[in-house]
């Protein structure tokens, strides 16, 4: 009877793992997008030293189908802006790139990092981003 106890407490840890992948599937971008106009609601900004780093949702990328767009993207802008805030709407010219693959066995999976952290690679952009009220189509 032990034996059945452990046998199902290891079956619900793996009935739960899946569950919890399961509940954070989304799209991941597969291929680079090169210099696209990429739009959405800020969700997060957060001062660096170099620039902005934002958290972009509600996101449209041009060159994309909505269902295979993602639904959360990181930005590091290059410059410093105090009137980028968490709501306003952003446009963007970007790099956009899937997260890469281990370097080696073993090593850093940024893939397993952005697929639970359901964002995109954060790229950096080129131009003065665009700020704007209400929604921006690409």
């Known amino acids: 009877i032990v034996v059945a106890i452990v046998l199902g407490i290891v079956c619900a840890g ?3 793992a899946q569950w919890r992948t399961f509940g954070v599937d989304h799209v991941v971008l597969e291929r680079t997008l090169n210099w ?3 739009s959405g609601r800020i969700a997060s900004s957060e001062q660096l030293g170099g620039g902005t780093r934002v958290i972009l949702e509600k996101v449209r990328l041009a060159g994309l189908d909505a269902p295979a767009t993602p639904e959360r993207v990181r930005l590091r802008l290059r410059e ?3 009137d980028i805030r968490p709501g306003a709407w952003i ?3 970007a790099r956009m790139s899937p997260p890469p693959p ?3 066995p073993g090593s850093y999976d940024f893939q397993f990092l952005y697929y639970f952290q359901e964002s995109a690679r954060p790229d950096s952009h080129s131009g003065k981003p665009v700020l704007s009220t209400v929604a921006v189509k690409s």
């Open 14 to 16: 793996f009935a739960l």
């Open 36 to 38: 696209a106009n990429v």
């Open 80 to 82: 410093s802006a105090s």
């Open 91 to 93: 446009q963007v010219r």
């Open 102 to 104: 281990p370097a080696m």
